[in-house]
């Protein structure tokens, strides 16, 4: 090797003396208040809605038509008094029950679905034609056809909403299962794990971010799909939920009104999908580092 | 070196083998292909033997000890555990696997060490102290409470052993356990397997393909030809270890070995 074409460089030996961690001083220091608000996101995000809220509050008030725009000051008296009166939160209740015995159907018949998908050929086959069929067809196309089965009132609006969750859900459930690493797999079954104890401790925590994602995109079909439908065909058996009440104060031209229940959509919205699904996240797939964030 | 075969003739001859390779071919079906691994391999394993099977990258050695787990089936011949014919994996074969992602993400480290215990009807309580004292042996007490992806390959590697040898399984299989360990690391690893080799003298079959660690850990070894892999050799190596490793009878088996791995090629080693 003393022989080479390519002539190196001659340079002297070094030896440095390392500092033992200790005297290196602060290695890892907590970051100032102010830095520590500002990685906040939740802080950033306030300070964008804060400044959103002004800008509504100035062009309304420049605008002066609270018929068609009211401002922002007075759509957050009608939502207070929408709240204080206990409207809001009745027609929200009534939303929210269609919505869970709508999304747990759903969930239900999807994992049988998928179980019956991992397991046998045929159940594939079904599985994938099933979801290619349905999945492009919006929920809310299937309102007349349910309103014709089911009649006016809960049923339809649960089978709208079974339709909408059911096909994201067992997708990526399936596809979810599909991903679990062959070294997982065979460990589990060294362990002596079998059948539906194979599912439980091995396929499902391991398909566990891909399910998730499936019960999130399931929600936000949901949600979107039921306010939707609550808006096309309103009250049922006498009681309405939230999309009825935008739907009947657009009738009176309350419009502050309107913007509140729209407002509370979205709050509900944000809520279980920036909050409860956020936590869940943060419990379980972050903290085993198997979904980065 | 005599007294040895004959003893290895007499154990042979004495006792009926544990486990049990009877001319196995194994293949791998993919779509526009059918890949043999092995071809008609046979071989014995004694009770407490530390058995290697050496061989170079691709010629079959994690096939043969996956078909042992109990996940491939031999197209032609069979393996026999105890006198019956393996036909599915189970806990008392316990493996590592050569793969990182081997062990549960959901679980801690501890949790990971005590889950085949707990599948297996071992209490909470028990288990538990079985793990903690596994993850010592391994070192890395420190760690019981961490997610596995804050670990780095080699302490998952040493966590997946440790979740191993906690079973007390008759065959503890291993399928390069080591190769992802800096060589301090994986010279403290083979000290700490062959000492606990010598407390409780479970049957250890353990791939590599590095002729000194085969040399080193094992009792006996199998030497597979390239890829598919046939059975070349069987060589005693019992009487070499850690201690012997600058001994001229040391060099002289390796040498003896590289010579037939690469069959007078010129490979330097
Ligand atoms: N899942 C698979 N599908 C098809 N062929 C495979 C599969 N796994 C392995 N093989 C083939 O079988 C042969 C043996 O593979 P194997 O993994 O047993 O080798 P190995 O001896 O363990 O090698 P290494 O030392 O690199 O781990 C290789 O030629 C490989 O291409
Ligand atoms: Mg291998």
């Known amino acids: ?48 809605l804060i400044v959103v809220a002004l800008i509504w509050e100035i062009y309304a008030r420049y605008l002066d038509r609270p018929l068609s725009f009211p401002t922002f000051l007075d759509t957050l008296e009608a939502l207070r008094d929408g709240f204080a009166s206990g409207v809001i939160p009745a027609r929200l209740s009534v939303t929210l029950q269609t919505l869970v015995i709508g999304y747990f159907i759903g969930l239900t018949i999807a994992a049988v679905l998928t179980t019956v998908a991992v397991t046998s050929r045929i159940g594939t086959d ?64 060294t362990f002596g794990l079998k059948g539906l104890r194979f599912v ?18 399931g929600w936000a079909f949901a949600w979107r799909t039921l306010i939707a439908a609550e808006l096309v065909f309103g009250v049922s058996s006498g009681q309405g939920g939230l999309g009825w009440y935008i739907f009947e104060k657009r009738n009176t031209l309350d419009t502050a009104s309107v913007f509140a229940g729209l407002l509370t959509v979205m709050a509900v919205g944000l809520i279980i999908e920036a909050v409860i699904f956020r936590l869940i996240e943060a419990k379980t797939v972050r903290r085993w580092g198997m979904q980065r964030g | 070196m005599a007294l040895m075969m004959d003893q290895a003739l007499a154990q042979t001859t004495s006792s009926s083998p544990l486990l049990s390779v009877d001319g196995v071919t194994l293949q791998y079906k993919t779509p526009d292909h059918l890949v043999t691994a092995t071809y008609r391999i046979s071989f014995d394993i004694q009770r407490h033997e530390r058995f290697v099977l050496l061989g170079p990258s691709g010629c079959g050695k994690s096939t043969i000890l996956k078909a042992m787990a109990g996940f491939l089936y031999p197209v032609e011949g069979c393996i026999t555990l105890k006198n019956h014919v393996v036909d599915g994996p189970g806990p008392d074969r316990m493996m590592v696997f050569q793969e990182f992602d081997q062990l549960l993400p959901w679980k801690t480290v ?42 780095s390959g ?52 353990f791939v590599t393909h590095s002729i000194e660690e085969a040399v080193v850990i094992g009792s006996r070894i199998v030497l597979l030809s390239p890829h598919p892999g046939q059975v070349r050799a069987e060589i005693n190596c019992a009487h070499l270890g850690l201690n012997e490793r600058a001994s001229p009878e040391f060099a002289e088996l390796t040498g003896r070995i590289s010579h037939m791995l690469f069959d007078g090629q010129n490979v330097a080693h």
Request: no cysteine; net charge positive; glycine share 6%.
């Open chain 1, 1 to 48: 090797m003393s022989q080479t074409r390519f002539p190196l460089p001659l340079r002297p030996e070094v030896e440095f003396d390392v500092k033992a961690p200790k005297e290196l001083g602060d290695v890892a220091k907590p970051l100032s208040f102010f830095e520590k608000l500002a990685a906040n996101g939740a802080v950033r995000h306030g300070v964008i």
């Open chain 1, 126 to 189: 079904l599985l994938s034609t099933f979801t290619a069929m349905f999945n492009p067809l919006p929920a809310i196309a299937l309102l007349p056809l349910a309103l014709l089965w089911f009649g006016l009132g809960r049923p339809s609006l649960v089978f709208v909403i079974v339709h909408s969750v059911l096909w994201a859900v067992a997708l990526n459930m399936h596809s979810g299962f599909l991903s679990v690493s062959e070294t997982l797999r065979m460990a589990g079954r």
């Open chain 1, 200 to 217: 439980f401790g091995i396929l499902i925590p391991a398909a566990f971010p891909a399910i998730l994602a499936g019960l999130k995109i």
């Open chain 2, 110 to 151: 501890e949790q990971n060490v005590a889950y085949p215990m707990r599948v297996n009807g071992i209490g909470a309580q028990d288990a538990k102290a079985r793990a903690l004292d596994a993850l010592a042996k391994v070192n890395l007490s420190k760690f019981a409470d961490a997610y596995p992806h804050m670990l």
């Open chain 2, 154 to 205: 080699g302490m998952k590697q040493r966590v997946a052993i440790a979740r191993a040898m906690a079973m007390k399984p008759d065959v503890l299989l291993m399928d390069e356990p080591y190769a992802a360990l800096d060589a301090l690391t994986r010279r403290k690893m083979q000290e700490e397997l062959l000492q606990l080799w010598e407390d409780i003298g479970f049957t250890l079959v």
